[in-house]
T-cell receptor, first 112, second 114 residues
Framework: DQQVKQNSPSLSVQEGRISILNCDYT??????FLWYKKYPAEGPTFLIS?????DKNEDGRFTVFLNKSAKHLSLHIVPSQPGDSAVYFC???????????FGTGTRLKVLA | DSGVTQTPKHLITATGQRVTLRCSPR?????VYWYQQSLDQGLQFLIH???????AKGNILERFSAQQFPDLHSELNLSSLELGDSALYFC?????????????FGSGTRLTVV
């Protein structure tokens, strides 16, 4: 049973436009969420996080939105740059456990 | 360089064999986590150690075991290997039992079982 789902395996976006990556979860106990970015031949690197007490967190070009009632979060990248081309994973945890459950990833390709 | 070191980077071995993957956490981190990424799969949590003690177990097969040593490095032992064990194995570390910034991952060990 996949508790964290990223239903779009890939996404292509034109440089300068907005990239929106989606993530759904099923466990209502999850209250801490992260996004990671992964380049080929490297480990995932932390990008941005959000706790369930917020519905939005922003860091530069990256914004994560959380809709608790829909059990849905999304990552917005504005403007998208070719260097953003990578696989993006969302992850969720029950705070205090720090056992993060990861989605299957979405491969983002930003076209120059 | 994330500060988390995994060796070896690549490993090719035959079915039925046993291998050991090694992870050195980032300096100061007491927690080590092991994840498996198979083809088209997300990162599957295997096991978590904190300061030498096992803290949480995920979908780790009985053929797999891990430990964390007094110097905080960790080893993941995979035995009676099957073709389906071919995957990327990531180690991650964090301060304490987690942090609001998540984990720091190593660059992984690619295991190929032939």
């Amino acid at each position: 049973d996949q508790q964290v789902k990223q239903n779009s395996p890939s996404l292509s976006v034109q440089e300068g436009r907005i990239s929106i990556l989606n993530c759904d979860y099923t466990n209502s106990m999850f209250d801490y969420f992260l996004w990671y970015k992964k380049y080929p031949a490297e480990g995932p690197t932390f990008l941005i996080s959000i706790s369930s007490i917020k519905d939005k967190n922003e860091d530069g070009r990256f914004t994560v939105f959380l809709n608790k009632s829909a059990k849905h979060l999304s990552l917005h990248i504005v403007p998208s740059q070719p260097g953003d081309s990578a696989v993006y994973f969302c992850a969720a945890a029950v705070s205090g456990t720090y056992k993060y459950i990861f989605g299957t990833g979405t491969r983002l390709k930003v076209l120059a | 360089d994330s500060g988390v070191t995994q060796t070896p980077k690549h490993l090719i071995t035959a079915t039925g064999q046993r291998v050991t993957l090694r992870c050195s956490p980032r300096s100061g981190d007491l927690s080590v986590y092991w994840y498996q990424q198979s083809l088209d799969q997300g990162l599957q949590f295997l096991i978590h150690y904190y300061n030498g003690e096992e803290r949480a177990k995920g979908n780790i097969l009985e053929r797999f075991s891990a430990q964390q040593f007094p110097d905080l490095h960790s080893e993941l032992n995979l035995s009676s290997l099957e073709l389906g064990d071919s995957a990327l194995y990531f180690c991650a570390s964090s301060v304490g039992t987690g942090s609001s910034y998540g984990y720091t991952f190593g660059s992984g060990t690619r295991l190929t079982v032939v």
